[in-house]
């Protein structure tokens, strides 16, 4: 069953400003990862945040996690057109034996040139 | 990093045939293969777990007569769409979970059922 939920839904911005999308869940999670999906194709992973981090870097991404509060961020910063798509939280159980991942329901990001 | 394909990428059938979708592993063998499906501007929903040898394991709701999943190598799995009916049109997306817990994802096959 889905269980992370997204903040905004939909995010429009001009380019060079920051775009933050935030990402709720329910359970324990192993690990929490976002990815990006451009219309009508796959998957790109972008960053991995183990449940035992607080803060990740990877160029112009900065992902937070706060296990307290089951919530994590993506932030990406001097946003560019080419960042338009569709941003996903996934998150890892940390128990299950198949442990699939669950995604949240996603932001579509909009950067105006 | 490691690559995962789908084959084909885009298919159109008539309602009522059955439509086969290939997963595959090109450079690792997958332990596990994972199954979902996106409607347009929506979540990816998992459809079905499966594990090479064995039967998959559906999430509820997802019909396992309708959706045959067949691991039959630790590089392949195939997803049959059977009887396809128009709300079947989907975007079908596969995983693949390395022996590191490392999840790769196709590029998603798009089913247009007419």
């Known amino acids: 069953s889905q269980q992370g939920e997204e903040d905004p839904q939909a995010l429009s911005i001009q380019e060079g400003e920051n775009a933050t999308m935030n990402c709720s869940y329910k359970t324990s999670i192993n690990n929490l990862q976002w990815y990006r999906q451009n219309s009508g194709r796959g998957l790109v992973h972008l960053i991995l945040?183990?449940?035992?981090?607080r803060e990740k870097h990877s160029g112009r991404l900065r992902v937070t996690l706060d296990t307290s509060k089951k919530s994590s961020s993506l932030l990406i910063t001097a946003s560019r057109a080419a960042d338009t798509a569709s941003y996903f939280c996934a998150t890892d159980p940390s128990s299950g034996s198949a442990r699939q991942l669950t995604f949240g329901s996603g932001t579509q990001l909009t950067v105006l040139p | 990093g490691a690559v995962v394909s789908q084959h084909p990428s885009r298919v159109i059938c008539k309602s009522g045939t059955s439509v086969k979708i290939e997963c595959r592993s090109l450079?690792?063998?997958?332990?596990?293969m994972f199954w979902y499906r996106q409607f347009p501007k929506k979540s990816l929903m998992l459809m079905a777990t499966s594990n090479e040898g064995s039967k998959a394991t559906y999430e509820q709701g997802v019909e396992k007569d309708k959706f045959l999943i067949n691991h039959a190598s630790l590089t392949l799995s195939t997803l049959t769409v059977t009887s396809a009916h128009p709300e079947d049109s989907s975007f079908y997306i596969c995983?693949?979970?390395?022996?590191?817990?490392?999840?790769?994802f196709g590029p998603g096959t798009r089913l247009t059922v007419t």
């Open positions: 450079d690792f063998q997958a332990t596990t």
């Open positions: 945040i183990r449940s035992n981090e």
């Open positions: 995983s693949a979970r390395t022996g590191y817990n490392e999840q790769y």
